[in-house]
């Protein structure tokens, strides 16, 4: 869930270093819907310095704060490191900017694709495409494709679930405005109301607390937060995604953005040279281990 979504979390060298041939077992992706779908304007040009941006010569781009791994590193989005923050800079090389042309600005997950003018060019923050989000704002063609997780505390009842069924009798939680809360509330449906969070940090300390039985998160950010923050939980298991709509996550911009077909392009040409494949390579966990629930 970031979300996107969601994370604080330090120590990031943990899990940088199981990313390896395991990595992310999630399906290779065609590309998520067109940009035509999101209702994007079209520019006469994608050619570097042709673009019309928030500032001239410039690509302003947003994300939470604080900016959590393993999607960033040391809450630093600047610095490159970490899966968005180098999707960002690679989409930006692609549009013609130079890594000094990329200026970050704070905004926070809802406010991203919440109704109303951006004054970002496009936001990064694990925000998953949906034709609901897409009322309010355009969403680029999808640079990840994601699973959800389920985190427990390795003493928990939770722990041992095997099925959606095993974890109805829980209490569960989530950030709100989440595709995590969705699935809880979608495919589990638990018997109790789940517990909603503003932010995953305060998910993770009612989790170590006992306020929660478990938390569903996006799976790379589950075996980070089980690898580096709380070694005490351990991943119960990831959602199949077989039948299902693909989930992945888009780039943010403003509705009728003329930058959002330039900005698809950037994406699908970097899934189609690898280039989003060996970036997930560097910077997210390995998620080969984790059970399917069903």
Same mark, same amino acid.
């Given at each position: ?41 079209? $520019? ?19 994300? /939470?704060? $604080? ?7 040391? /809450? ?113 449906? $638990? ?39 709380? $070694? ?7 959602? /199949? ?54």
């Amino acid at each position: 869930m970031r979300p996107r979504h969601s994370l604080t979390l330090a120590a990031a060298s943990v899990l940088v270093a199981l990313a390896a041939s395991g990595c992310a077992p999630q399906p290779e992706s065609t590309g998520g819907p067109s940009a035509a779908a999101s209702g994007a304007g079209k $520019p006469a040009s994608c050619a570097p310095g042709t673009l019309a941006t928030e500032a001239k010569g410039k690509l302003t781009v947003g994300t /939470d704060t $604080p900016a959590y791994a393993p999607w960033f590193q040391d /809450d630093d989005p600047a610095n490159g490191k970490g899966y968005e923050s180098a999707v960002a800079y690679a989409v930006a090389r692609k549009l013609g900017f130079a890594e000094g042309d990329v200026v970050w600005q704070k905004v926070a997950f809802n406010n991203a694709f919440a109704p109303g003018e951006k004054t970002f060019d496009f936001d990064i923050n694990q925000v998953s495409i949906s034709e609901d989000r897409r009322k309010a704002v355009d969403l680029s063609t999808g640079y990840y494709d994601v699973r959800q997780a389920v985190i427990a505390l390795k003493t928990s009842k939770a722990a041992k679930a095997t099925s959606l069924a095993d974890l109805k009798g829980a209490k569960l939680g989530a950030q709100v405005g989440t595709t995590s809360l969705d699935v809880i509330n979608q495919q589990i449906k $638990p018997a109790q109301q789940p517990a909603v969070f503003q932010k995953n940090d305060l998910a993770k300390a009612a989790l170590k607390n006992g306020q929660v039985d478990a938390i569903v998160v996006d799976l790379p950010t589950a075996f980070y937060i089980t690898g580096a923050e709380v $070694p005490e939980a351990e991943v119960v298991g990831q959602f /199949d995604t077989a039948g299902a709509a693909k989930e992945q996550f888009g780039l943010v911009l403003d509705k009728g953005s003329t930058l959002t077909s330039c900005v698809s392009r950037a994406v699908d040409a970097l899934r189609k040279d690898g280039t989003l494949a060996a970036i997930e390579k560097q910077w997210l966990s390995e998620a080969a281990g984790a059970p399917v629930l069903k």
